[in-house]
Structures are given as structure tokens and as C-alpha cells.
């Protein structure tokens, strides 16, 4: 059973330990005979290096904290716990609430906030909020490992408007025979996508030989252009010196799958003619043969290019570009659905941590921060190289900014890290109605998302800097 699962059957069938942490002993002991009469088992201690060493030995489910305590306070106990323990579920208790120190907790971690005197009955209530929280989170990240380790080669992730839409797009297309062309940055994920296409047309894969699931994948600019026709096509035997037998090429060894061709806008334009034919009458003619050859392959391509330009600039043909854009799919940049982000560092994370067979729970606030600022200009593959190295470099169980590339943290260090709250919700607020508006060209669109009125968000941005002609944050 994996540790997550094992997480998980504790919190639904065991009673939840709580660890208190007070330095007066009157409010351990109330808390203490409370929380026992309440079903959970109760461990205290009266300082933050005494609560340490117990969440070192021992698994909690959650923590009550008092903010201020002797030697190490609440905030950094709270930081040191997210570093052995990140699991686990915090509540910060104080006599001295301010607005500073709410925030202040909140950021490093906690999950909520109680002033004293504490409420008994409220307290109770929060406690089993939280852990209900804590449950359904374990359960949803439990059942998404299950999925990645079941689909591990054709998950799409993301959950914002532009991703939607495209896998909206790209189901819709995958049960047919049609030509797709995949276009985005260099790596958004297109060859991901095209596999997506063709397991929604082959649901029940085989991997067999001669199986209609077969997807071969070849890159057209990552092979020299005199080989290229071979490979695609195949040749005959004696077609030229060291040709000692036929030789099938990618379309023949597909069969009835699908053949991805990525980068096509590398194809050399005697190839674009062959390929046209392989469309039209799904005919090839191997390098030495005299007699054309039927095929059935489905083909997906794939260009970061934009082909009508090199239609116009007579690098591409015009016919075989009408041909392969029967139906296009753009995939988005990441810098556009930034709100897909979280998702993706949990799965990249967690992915490669299992290659390395090392224990990551996740990434911090700071670094997460930090993830979410960057522009991305490589997209989810310099993502994706992003946490790799810090997998490969950090002891875990958190990824920190200093486990990040140098290059990230300083050139957005001052957005990540401003002391002024005013300024910072500013920022923010300011990201925000961006992302917004990027995602909705019509305002009122926008206004409604946004829920407030127009007049509002046109105020807003004139206050905020958001010119009227937009562009992407962050880039």
C-alpha cells in the first residue's frame, strides 16, 4: 500500500492524533479533555522545539498552535513542521490577533486562524472541517495517481477555459479518420495531444503488431532530408547500394493507426508531394518501386510555424496545407493558463520523483509563488526541466526557492516578495483581471467573471495601469 494510501485509511478509519502546542499549562489541559471527549487523540507539548520533536516520531493529522510561544514562536515552528511534515493541518491560536499576523500564518502554511479565548463548540467545528478537507484532498490526490499510473502517457492536464476547449475539440475529432493539424509553441504539448486523439479513436488498445492502436511518431526536422522519403515511404530491394531487401516504411508499419508527424513544416517539398498523395488516395510509392501501395494510416501533424505564412513565402505547398487543415487544434501557451499550473507541478513533481525514487509532497508557498510568476516561454517542457532539477537537487519533502534555477526567483523576486499588503493585493488583483481578460476578449464577459459591474472594471483597470489593448502577463 503507498504512503498516500496509507495516509488516507488512517484518517477514515482511526482516530485522528492532534498535537497541541501551549506554553500555559491550563489551556493544554482544557484543550486536551475537550478533543478526548470530542474522540481524538491528544499529544501536548509547551513550545515550538518540543512540538518538533514529537511531529518527528510521531504522524499527526493536525495541530493547534499558539502564535506566541517561548524560544521558537508559532510562525517558525509552522515553518520547520512544512518541512518535515507538510501534510499536516495547522491552526494558529492567538491573544493578539492583527491583520499582519493572520497573513503572516496563512502564508507559511496554516490553514486557519483562532482567537482567544477559544470557543469550545467552534473550535470542535473547525477541527472536523478541516479533516473532512484533509480526507477529500488525500482522496482526489490518491485517485489522480491512480490515473497517471493507469494513463500515464496520455494525460492532458488542465482545468482553465483554453485547455478545456481544446481537449473539448480534440475528443470531439478523435473517433473519426480525419486529418488534424496541431499547432502551439514549442513545447505546449502537441505530440501529448495527438496521442490523446488517438486513443480516443482506439479505446481499446493492444500495442499488437498489426493492431489499428499503433502510433508512430516521427519528427521531420530531426532527420536528414535524404533520408527522410525512406523512412516515411520505405524502399525496394537493390533501390540503391546497400538496399539487399525491402525495407517498410513508417505509413506500411502503422497499419490502421495513426502516424504523427511533428514539425511538418520541415518536410522538403518533394516529400510534401508524396505525403499529399498518401492523403488524397492513401497510395505511397516506396524509393525503387514502380507500383503504388495502398495504406490506411490516420495522419496528426504537428507545427509551431505558421503555415499559411510559409504557404506564402512558397516553402510549404498550398494544396497539402488545406489538406492536413481540415480540422486545426492550437494548443495554448502556458503563460495563458496560468491557473493549470498547480496541477501540473503536482503530476511533473510526483513523476519525477518516482523515476529518482525520492519522497517530494509537493512545492512550498514561495516557490509556488515563484512557478506562478514565470513567464514560461519553453512552456510546460521548461517546466517540467524546472522541477526535474530541483527533484534532482533537493532532499525534500518540499521544493523551496532555493531548490529552483537562479534565473527564476531574482527576476520576479521583487513580486514574490513585497512586504506591503497593499501593495501586494494591488499585484495581484492587477494579475488577476489580466488573466481574466486575456481569456475574455468581451468585457462584460469579463465584468460577469470578475462579478462586478462594467463601469467597475473599467475603472479598475484604469486604476490598476491595464491597458485597453492587452497583453499577456507576465511575459
Same mark, same amino acid.
Given at each position: 500500500?503507498?504512503?498516500?494510501?496509507?495516509?488516507?485509511?488512517?484518517?477514515?478509519?482511526?482516530?485522528?492524533?492532534?498535537?497541541?502546542?501551549?506554553?500555559?499549562?491550563?489551556?493544554?489541559?482544557?484543550? +486536551?479533555?475537550?478533543?478526548?471527549? *470530542?474522540?481524538?487523540?491528544?499529544?501536548?507539548?509547551?513550545?515550538?522545539?518540543?512540538?518538533?520533536?514529537?511531529?518527528?516520531?510521531?504522524?499527526?493529522?493536525?495541530?493547534?498552535?499558539?502564535?506566541?510561544?517561548?524560544?521558537?514562536?508559532?510562525?517558525?515552528?509552522?515553518?520547520?513542521?512544512?518541512?518535515?511534515?507538510?501534510?499536516?493541518?495547522?491552526?494558529?491560536?492567538?491573544?493578539?490577533?492583527?491583520?499582519?499576523?493572520?497573513?503572516?500564518?496563512?502564508?507559511?502554511?496554516?490553514?486557519?486562524?483562532?482567537?482567544?479565548?477559544?470557543?469550545?463548540?467552534?473550535?470542535?467545528?473547525?477541527?472536523?472541517? %478541516?479533516?473532512?478537507?484533509?480526507?477529500?484532498?488525500?482522496?482526489?490526490?490518491?485517485?489522480?495517481?491512480? %490515473?497517471?499510473?493507469?494513463?500515464? *502517457?496520455?494525460?492532458?492536464?488542465?482545468?482553465?477555459?483554453? =485547455?478545456?476547449?481544446?481537449?473539448?475539440?480534440?475528443?470531439?475529432?478523435?473517433?473519426?479518420?480525419?486529418?488534424?493539424?496541431?499547432?502551439?509553441?514549442?513545447?505546449?504539448?502537441?505530440?501529448?495531444?495527438?496521442?490523446?486523439?488517438?486513443?480516443?479513436?482506439?479505446?481499446?488498445?493492444?500495442?499488437?503488431?498489426?493492431?489499428?492502436?499503433?502510433?508512430?511518431?516521427?519528427?521531420?526536422?530531426?532527420?536528414?532530408?535524404?533520408?527522410?522519403?525512406?523512412?516515411?515511404?520505405?524502399?525496394?530491394?537493390?533501390?540503391? +547500394?546497400? #538496399?539487399?531487401?525491402?525495407?517498410?516504411?513508417?505509413?506500411?508499419?502503422?497499419?490502421?493507426? +495513426?502516424?504523427?508527424?511533428?514539425?511538418?513544416?520541415?518536410?522538403?517539398?518533394?516529400?510534401?508531394?508524396?505525403?499529399?498523395?498518401?492523403?488524397?488516395?492513401?497510395?505511397?510509392?516506396?524509393?525503387? @518501386?514502380?507500383?503504388?501501395?495502398?495504406?490506411?494510416?490516420?495522419?496528426?501533424?504537428?507545427?509551431?510555424?505558421?503555415?499559411?505564412?510559409?504557404?506564402?513565402?512558397?516553402?510549404?505547398?498550398?494544396?497539402?496545407?488545406?489538406?492536413?487543415?481540415?480540422?486545426?487544434?492550437?494548443?495554448?501557451?502556458?503563460?495563458?493558463? =496560468?491557473?493549470?499550473?498547480?496541477?501540473?507541478?503536482?503530476?511533473?513533481?510526483?513523476?519525477?520523483?518516482?523515476?529518482?525514487?525520492?519522497?517530494?509532497?509537493?512545492?512550498?508557498?514561495? @516557490?509556488?509563488?515563484?512557478?506562478?510568476?514565470?513567464?514560461?516561454?519553453?512552456?510546460?517542457?521548461?517546466?517540467?526541466?524546472?522541477?526535474?532539477?530541483?527533484?534532482?537537487?533537493?532532499?525534500?519533502?518540499?521544493?523551496?526557492?532555493?531548490?529552483?534555477?537562479?534565473?527564476? #526567483?531574482?527576476?520576479?523576486?521583487?513580486?514574490?516578495?513585497?512586504?506591503?499588503?497593499?501593495?501586494?493585493?494591488?499585484?495581484?488583483?492587477?494579475?488577476?483581471?489580466?488573466?481574466?481578460?486575456?481569456?475574455?476578449?468581451?468585457?462584460?464577459?469579463?465584468?460577469?467573471?470578475?462579478?462586478?459591474?462594467?463601469?467597475?472594471?473599467?475603472?479598475? =483597470?484604469?486604476?490598476?495601469?491595464?491597458?485597453?489593448?492587452?497583453?499577456?502577463?507576465?511575459?
Amino acid at each position: 500500500m503507498t504512503e498516500l494510501k496509507k495516509n488516507l485509511s488512517s484518517l477514515k478509519d482511526s482516530l485522528p492524533n492532534i498535537l497541541v502546542i501551549d506554553d500555559e499549562p491550563l489551556i493544554r489541559e482544557t484543550l +486536551t479533555e475537550f478533543l478526548n471527549q *470530542e474522540g481524538f487523540k491528544v499529544i501536548c507539548a509547551s513550545s515550538g522545539e518540543e512540538g518538533i520533536k514529537l511531529a518527528t516520531s510521531t504522524r499527526f493529522e493536525l495541530c493547534l498552535c499558539d502564535l506566541q510561544l517561548p524560544g521558537m514562536d508559532g510562525i517558525a515552528f509552522l515553518q520547520e513542521l512544512q518541512r518535515i511534515s507538510p501534510e499536516v493541518f495547522v491552526v494558529m491560536i492567538t491573544a493578539y490577533a492583527t491583520v499582519e499576523n493572520a497573513v503572516e500564518a496563512f502564508k507559511r502554511g496554516a490553514q486557519d486562524y483562532l482567537i482567544k479565548p477559544v470557543i469550545l463548540a467552534e473550535l470542535s467545528e473547525k477541527i472536523k472541517r %478541516l479533516l473532512e478537507q484533509k480526507r477529500l484532498a488525500l482522496e482526489n490526490q490518491w485517485l489522480r495517481k491512480e %490515473l497517471n499510473r493507469i494513463y500515464p *502517457e496520455t494525460k492532458l492536464i488542465g482545468k482553465s477555459q483554453a =485547455m478545456r476547449q481544446t481537449i473539448e475539440l480534440a475528443n470531439k475529432v478523435a473517433p473519426t479518420r480525419s486529418t488534424v493539424l496541431l499547432t502551439g509553441e514549442s513545447g505546449t504539448g502537441k505530440e501529448l495531444l495527438a496521442r490523446v486523439i488517438h486513443d480516443g479513436a482506439n479505446p481499446a488498445s493492444t500495442n499488437l503488431k498489426d493492431s489499428p492502436s499503433r502510433f508512430l511518431a516521427m519528427n521531420c526536422a530531426a532527420i536528414p532530408h535524404d533520408l527522410l522519403e525512406n523512412q516515411l515511404f520505405g524502399h525496394k530491394k537493390g533501390a540503391f +547500394t546497400g #538496399a539487399d531487401k525491402d525495407q517498410n516504411g513508417v505509413f506500411m508499419h502503422a497499419g490502421k493507426g +495513426t502516424v504523427f508527424l511533428d514539425e511538418i513544416a520541415e518536410l522538403p517539398l518533394a516529400t510534401q508531394a508524396k505525403l499529399l498523395r498518401a492523403i488524397e488516395l492513401k497510395e505511397i510509392l516506396p524509393v525503387g @518501386a514502380n507500383e503504388p501501395i495502398t495504406v490506411e494510416a490516420r495522419i496528426l501533424a504537428a507545427t509551431n510555424k505558421d503555415l499559411q505564412k510559409e504557404v506564402e513565402s512558397g516553402r510549404f505547398r498550398e494544396d497539402l496545407y488545406y489538406r492536413l487543415n481540415v480540422v486545426a487544434i492550437t494548443i495554448p501557451p502556458l503563460r495563458n493558463r =496560468m491557473e493549470d499550473i498547480p496541477e501540473l507541478v503536482e503530476y511533473l513533481l510526483d513523476k519525477h520523483a518516482k523515476a529518482m525514487g525520492k519522497r517530494f509532497t509537493g512545492v512550498n508557498h514561495e @516557490a509556488m509563488q515563484i512557478l506562478m510568476a514565470c513567464p514560461w516561454k519553453g512552456n510546460v517542457r521548461e517546466l517540467e526541466n524546472v522541477l526535474q532539477r530541483a527533484v534532482i537537487l533537493s532532499d525534500g519533502p518540499l521544493i523551496t526557492p532555493t531548490d529552483l534555477p537562479p534565473g527564476l #526567483a531574482p527576476a520576479i523576486g521583487e513580486f514574490v516578495l513585497i512586504d506591503g499588503l497593499d501593495e501586494a493585493v494591488k499585484r495581484f488583483e492587477k494579475t488577476h483581471i489580466e488573466l481574466i481578460l486575456n481569456q475574455n476578449s468581451d468585457k462584460r464577459e469579463a465584468a460577469k467573471k470578475l462579478k462586478i459591474a462594467l463601469s467597475s472594471l473599467y475603472r479598475r =483597470m484604469t486604476e490598476l495601469g491595464i491597458a485597453t489593448g492587452l497583453t499577456i502577463p507576465f511575459a
